[in-house]
């Protein structure tokens, strides 16, 4: 079995605060700049979320290696990524394994003595969120084999309802001391099937004969024309 490529076991480190940068303080311009390109805050959302070398952070991404590499080193000059463990690729070739800096990083405008209240304010909150997140694995580790078992299975009601409907069994047996229930005929099964009317056909048959008039007796007799014979 080949131990190439390595996986990090780096993680995104909790001990991390929160850093606060201002935008008219010196080191806005530089982190300002390195996030003007969406594929670099993409890189920066990735890293927050699962440390990696940059050929993973590409992958993610969609974009090339070299494109994330460089984007890689002016986050890490702008002070919002560093290295934090080295793994291996499948041809041996030693990789960074880039993380987030700083938990989580807040551009604010505002007085420098905001800063402090604003950092404060946010480790709190952070720290509040951690607890909630122990205090909730640690109910469903205790509670949760608890609250599967008390819940009720669908075939059990099925057995039941079936048993005080019909008062037989799943197939269709009937429990001693238990009256069969008389089972109606299907209606619609039992009607027989409708027939089609079909329009009746319009037949191009002559109607009814007009009488003839009677010639008056002054009115000479028309002559009939010879017929023609046919040779």
């Known amino acids: 079995m080949s131990l190439l490529p390595s996986k990090p076991d780096a993680s995104p480190s909790e001990d991390a ?16 700049s390195a996030l003007s390109s969406e594929t670099a805050r993409n890189i920066l959302a990735a890293v927050h979320d699962d440390p990696a070398p940059p050929s993973e952070l590409a992958e993610r991404v969609d974009t090339s290696l070299q494109n994330a590499q460089y984007h890689l080193e002016n986050l890490e000059d702008a002070g919002a990524v560093e290295v934090v463990d080295t793994a291996y690729s499948a041809k041996g070739r030693e990789m960074d394994v880039y993380a987030a800096a700083d938990q989580p990083l807040v551009i604010f405008a505002g007085d420098q003595e905001d800063s402090s209240v604003l950092r404060t304010a946010i480790q709190r909150l952070v720290g509040a969120l951690g607890v909630l997140a122990l205090a909730s694995l640690a109910v469903q ?26 008062g037989a069994d ?41 009488p003839r008039r009677r010639r008056h ?3 000479p007799r028309p002559q009939r024309r010879p017929r023609r014979s046919r040779r």
Do not use: I, W
């Open 17 to 32: 605060g929160p850093r606060v940068v201002g935008v008219d303080s010196e080191d806005a311009e530089a982190v300002l």
């Open 141 to 166: 580790a205790l509670f949760g084999r608890e609250f599967g078992t008390l819940a009720p299975t669908g075939q059990g009601g099925g057995d039941a309802g079936g048993e005080a409907a019909g």
């Open 170 to 210: 799943g197939d269709g047996r009937c429990k001693p001391g238990t009256r069969p229930r008389r089972l109606l005929p299907n209606r619609r099964a039992a009607r027989p099937p409708r027939r089609r009317v079909r329009p009746r056909r319009r037949h191009n048959r002559p109607g009814p004969r007009r």
């Open 217 to 219: 007796p002054s009115r």
